[in-house]
């Protein structure tokens, strides 16, 4: 089992940055990948950004060139640092980790960009 907070969500204007955070604590030993996702309203969950064990990076298309996915192995955390942001980025951000024996998701941060 791997268990997961998250935190740094909150209300910004337009334009404005946010730093997300997760740590994860449990069966960490086996981690592979580490990944943001979001979900808005009416929507589907989607993929911000990812990266895995080895350091291979992937982003989400609607987020490329302002969002950065960095992961401090020693403190078992991942960062998602938002920047440029906009209305249409409000959404509920999850950390997702994967390991061998499953996927695990966190509860969720709220992010809200105001116009």
């Known amino acids: 089992q791997v268990q997961l907070v998250e935190s740094g969500g909150g209300l910004v204007q337009a334009g404005g940055s946010l730093r997300l955070s997760c740590t994860a604590s449990?069966?960490?030993?086996?981690?592979?990948?580490m990944a943001w996702y979001r979900q808005a309203p009416g929507k589907q969950r989607e993929l911000m950004a990812g990266?895995?064990?080895?350091?291979?990076?992937n982003y989400g298309d609607s987020v490329k060139g302002r969002f950065t996915i960095s992961r401090d192995n020693a403190k078992n955390s991942v960062y998602l640092q938002m920047n440029s942001l906009r209305p249409e980025d409000t959404a509920v951000y999850y950390c997702?980790?994967?390991?061998?024996?499953?996927?695990?998701w966190g509860q969720g941060t709220q992010v809200t960009v105001s116009s």
């Open positions: 997702n980790v994967l390991n061998f024996f499953g996927s695990y």
């Open positions: 449990g069966s960490i030993s086996s981690i592979t990948r």
């Open positions: 990266i895995s064990s080895g350091g291979s990076i």
